[in-house]
């Protein structure tokens, strides 16, 4: 993808940002194959039917069991049963981080002594598994995941909890995530908010949330320097 940044927000450079909050799935680490495949098997096994793409991860982003609910309400621990067997037994070789992430994290720390941290919907021991595997765990100053707050995405409170771990200000603080439940909760947070288009969701799905940026890929971060 060609490197672009689309400002649709206010004006604004990376100057002013002290801290950066990411999104973890289809943001940093790549496991949206895994996810759709995961949805699938549950689905088939447990609905005994077969849904698009497009439909099983229209609402990734969520908590699982929220997302569970939306294909059955009354057999959401069955479906959850079904995803887990099959994404813990395949999770470990078939994640990857995105390309330049490591890189980016490491100019936004060593060289913009920027604080930086994760914000997912994604429970916690799978989430540290995730970053483990992939490298990327010892760069972040703090992690939220679903277990730590009451709320979640769109609500602001995950990105809020981040905040107050960090002692950020949501005027310095930029959020990046690939789902428009990222971008809903960031902007109700009060940050500025940056849609990741590397993810499963369309331009404009995300464009019709109205991040203040749009990145081809996370290496644009230092066009905005």
Not at 139 to 147: P, Y
Request: with cysteine.
């Amino acid at each position: 993808m060609v490197s672009k940044v689309v400002r649709t927000g206010a004006n604004w450079s990376l100057s002013e940002i002290t801290c950066v909050l990411f999104d973890l799935d289809g943001t940093l680490i790549d496991t949206v194959d895994l996810i759709h495949k995961s949805f699938d098997h549950a689905v088939q096994k447990v609905l005994g039917k077969s849904l698009t793409r497009e439909e099983l991860l229209q609402n990734i982003g969520r908590p699982l069991a929220v997302q569970m609910k939306v294909f059955s309400p009354t057999r959401s621990d069955l479906l959850m049963d079904a995803y887990l067997e099959y994404n813990l037994a395949k999770h470990d070789e078939n994640i990857s981080k995105y390309p330049h992430t490591t890189e980016i994290l490491t100019w936004l720390v060593q060289e913009k002594a920027m604080k930086v941290g994760v914000v997912t919907s994604k429970k916690r021991d799978l989430s540290l598994r995730g970053l483990r595997i992939v490298g990327l765990f010892d760069l972040f100053d703090v992690i939220v995941a679903m277990e730590d707050t009451k709320k979640h995405k769109p609500d602001p409170e995950p990105v809020t909890t981040a905040l107050n771990l960090l002692h950020c200000l949501a005027s310095e603080t930029l959020f990046i995530g690939d789902s428009p439940f990222d971008i809903d909760a960031g902007r109700a947070a009060g940050v500025f908010t940056g849609a990741a288009l590397w993810g499963p969701f369309s331009l404009e799905q995300l464009r019709a949330h109205r991040p203040d940026l749009e990145l081809a890929n996370i290496n644009d971060l230092k066009l905005l320097a």
